[in-house]
């Protein structure tokens, strides 16, 4: 009997279950540790740019750094400002408007934008969407020069950080509309069943059942497309004609650069000391998107945990 | 007094009717006929483009339902024909951007196709000589292959230690977390972290394919991880406690039982998170480097991918110039049909290896 109840034991501690255990959390550390590799790389190869910015650029990092952070967030937040109400539309549509059979095939037109490389959509901002901007930019310039963001004098290219941030807008939309839609589509069919039984339009129904349930859910993901928009680097690289200006205005050939598009532009280039500074500004670029992202997540893990209790 | 009070009208269906008036279930068509009537109309009246035209079909046609059943059916009624009219616009408006863009790169790009541009490299191709994209495709086929050998084994292992072992470990939590935020990373910072990561080897001013492929796993391996870690989940319990049940051990269980259930959707995860790893640019633009030649060797030298082609082939056409915009045209056009048929191929893959209920 107790060679039995031996056996059972041994069974618990059989060597495959170990190696196979061993082998998951491993796997589970690589990606600690990877993550854990780009910080440290990044501060490793960084640091000497921050400290060596005076002989590279004649001024300190953070008057070399700062004009590109501008951009990034200016360019960031342009894009979502438009892409925002778009995406809450088209999740919508999908979640709520569209009758059930249209519903799947329109899910999937919108990841197809998903699909396009980042590259393309570079090549396509330059050669197409610039030059459809340009008349408006005149426009803008010529009746509202008053308004800081349309000063003037309008680019001729159309490749301003406007138009930089319409083509992230562009990229940043499916994910925003794909989270947003899962959790419209989350509300609790009672919830929606009761406020049209009393007599609520389906506009009522959306306004007063769906967006406070998902309220927290759009929050995030608006932050999610943030962090996308704020690392995107080959779109704004190709669009942007840059001249690392700080300046509000959106319309003019001279724009702020970005920190992904400045690295991408010149990396292939540097040498020395100047591929620390790329990298530094790297550096910066990861800490933002990090908090942004961290902040999204956190937002939606804590009403995920209220929704539960 | 008992006169005045029957002579006064109780309130009746006459003051608080039941029914109003209601639109006609062909509203929104006869609008939208309208609409696109008057959009046409003053569209060759004033002499505006196809443009002008759809912008004044879809603002007419949004003022003409709302004002309709505003003035028939009350406000509240008007105020929801508003938003839902405002709603189908975005969506409208929002493809608008994606059919542009696949006319431009078909129009663009399918000129430049033919035998030559899949089976030339641009090694000493000047001017309009023929070239063509054989190096990329190359660069690109090894270096993403590189990146899902390091990601799918990682990926996949790290959702069965979630899922299987670590369901309430502090550190399964922590990965979780983690691998939330990864997905997160820009993915030049995965480049830059790559070559921080290969300088220290092969000193300054590194390129290499296999960097690339590090750099794209960075990228990859959140997305295998969070697709198998949804599939693993819908694993029903029953099945791994039948198979405890019969004195199979546990490791057995997951590759025998918990593996083959949850394939398809593996499967399908991955190969979505290679279509969105191969186009791919900021990272390879800073590791993999560029050239015109083949490399078939990971781990030396300059790689070409296709994205940092259509980059260069862009933006330093050289002169003249139209053969090599011509070739990033077609070479975009050949990436967008990979990660089209990736796309395509993940549902096909979806379908055929889902599990057999045997019912």
């Given at each position: 009997m107790s060679t039995t109840i031996d056996e059972t034991r041994a069974g618990g501690r059989r060597p495959g279950d170990a190696i196979f255990k061993g082998?998951?959390?491993?796997?589970?550390?690589?990606?600690?540790?990877?993550?854990?590799?780009?910080?440290?790389?990044?501060?490793?190869?960084?640091?000497?740019?921050?400290?060596?910015?005076?002989?590279?650029?004649?001024?300190?990092?953070?008057?070399?750094?700062?004009?590109?952070?501008?951009?990034?967030?200016?360019?960031?937040?342009?894009?979502?400002?438009?892409?925002?109400?778009?995406?809450?539309?088209?999740?919508?549509?999908?979640?709520?408007?569209?009758?059930?059979?249209?519903?799947?095939?329109?899910?999937?037109?919108?990841?197809?934008?998903?699909?396009?490389p980042s590259v393309v959509y570079g090549v396509w901002g330059i050669t197409v969407l610039g030059p459809q901007l340009v008349p408006l930019y005149r426009w803008l310039a010529d009746t509202v020069p008053w308004i800081p963001f349309f000063a003037g004098p309008a680019s001729t290219t159309g490749r301003t950080i406007f138009t930089a941030g319409v083509v992230l807008a562009i990229m940043i939309l499916p994910i925003i509309t794909a989270i947003c839609r899962e959790i419209f589509a989350q509300t609790p069919t009672l919830h929606q069943e009761a406020a049209l039984a009393l007599g609520a339009t389906r506009w009522e129904m959306i306004r007063m059942a769906v967006f406070p349930y998902a309220r927290s859910g759009m929050i995030s993901a608006t932050m999610l497309g943030l962090g996308r928009a704020l690392g995107e680097t080959m779109a704004v690289a190709l669009v942007l004609s840059a001249s690392g200006v700080i300046t509000l205005n959106f319309i003019s050939s001279t724009n702020p650069s970005t920190i992904a598009a400045n690295i991408a532009l010149r990396f292939p280039e540097a040498t020395g000391l100047a591929v620390n500074l790329l990298i530094a500004s790297g550096l910066v670029l990861f800490a933002i998107t990090f908090a942004v992202n961290f902040a999204a997540r956190y937002i939606a893990g804590s009403s995920a945990r209220r929704m539960s209790r | 007094m008992s006169q005045t009070l029957e002579k006064k009208?109780?309130?009746?269906?006459?003051?608080?009717?039941?029914?109003?008036?209601?639109?006609?279930?062909?509203?929104?068509?006869?609008?939208?006929?309208?609409?696109?009537?008057?959009?046409?109309?003053?569209?060759?009246?004033?002499?505006?483009?196809?443009?002008?035209?759809?912008?004044?079909a879809g603002l007419t046609f949004i003022v003409g339902i709302t004002v309709w059943a505003w003035a028939l059916e009350?406000?509240?009624?008007?105020?929801?024909?508003?938003?839902?009219?405002?709603?189908?616009?975005?969506?409208?408006?929002?493809?608008?951007?994606?059919?542009?863009?696949?006319?431009?790169?078909?129009?663009?790009?399918?000129?430049?196709?033919?035998?030559?541009?899949?089976?030339?490299?641009?090694?000493g191709v000047i001017g309009d000589e023929p070239g063509g994209i054989y190096h990329a495709l190359i660069g690109t086929l090894l270096i993403t292959l590189g990146a899902t050998v390091i990601s799918v084994p990682v990926g996949i292992m790290t959702a069965i230690y979630i899922v299987e072992y670590g369901r309430t470990a502090r550190l399964a939590k922590a990965i979780t977390f983690l691998v939330d935020v990864m997905t997160g990373i820009p993915s030049i910072v995965a480049g830059l972290f790559a070559y921080a990561l290969f300088v220290l080897i092969f000193g300054p001013g590194v390129r290499l394919g296999f960097g690339g492929s590090v750099a794209l796993s960075l990228l990859m391996i959140p997305v295998v991880v969070r697709a198998t870690e949804e599939m693993l989940k819908l694993v029903p319990d029953e099945l791994r406690e039948a198979s405890?049940?019969?004195?199979?051990?546990?490791?057995?269980?997951?590759?025998?039982?918990?593996?083959?259930?949850?394939?398809?959707?593996?499967?399908?995860?991955?190969?979505?998170?290679?279509?969105?790893?191969?186009?791919?640019?900021?990272?390879?633009?800073i590791i993999a480097g560029s050239t015109d030649s083949v490399n078939f060797n990971l781990f030396a030298d300059r790689m070409q991918t296709l994205p940092v082609f259509i980059y260069y082939a862009y933006t330093q056409p050289g002169v003249p110039p139209d053969p090599s915009i011509e070739r990033a045209w077609g070479a975009a056009l050949v990436l967008i049909a990979i990660v089209m048929l990736l796309n395509l191929l993940a549902r096909v893959v979806g379908k055929v290896f889902a599990p057999k209920t045997g019912r």
């Open positions: 082998t998951a959390i491993a796997a589970a550390l690589v990606i600690l540790l990877a993550l854990a590799g780009v910080a440290v790389f990044l501060l490793y190869e960084g640091i000497p740019g921050i400290l060596g910015a005076r002989e590279e650029t004649d001024a300190s990092f953070v008057s070399y750094v700062w004009p590109l952070v501008y951009g990034t967030l200016v360019a960031a937040l342009i894009a979502l400002v438009i892409a925002t109400p778009f995406a809450v539309g088209m999740a919508l549509v999908i979640s709520h408007y569209a009758p059930k059979r249209i519903a799947k095939p329109l899910g999937y037109v919108v990841d197809l934008l998903a699909a396009v | 009208p109780a309130p009746s269906r006459d003051a608080m009717p039941l029914s109003g008036p209601r639109m006609p279930g062909s509203a929104p068509y006869l609008v939208a006929a309208a609409a696109l009537a008057v959009g046409v109309g003053l569209g060759m009246i004033l002499g505006g483009g196809l443009i002008a035209m759809a912008i004044l009350g406000r509240r009624s008007g105020v929801d024909r508003l938003v839902m009219s405002v709603v189908w616009a975005a969506f409208a408006v929002a493809l608008v951007p994606l059919a542009s863009l696949v006319w431009t790169v078909l129009s663009n790009g399918i000129p430049a196709l033919s035998a030559e541009f899949f089976t030339y490299s641009m090694r405890y049940a019969l004195g199979v051990p546990k490791w057995r269980t997951i590759v025998k039982v918990v593996l083959p259930t949850s394939l398809s959707g593996i499967l399908t995860g991955v190969t979505l998170a290679i279509a969105r790893v191969i186009g791919e640019t900021a990272p390879l633009l």
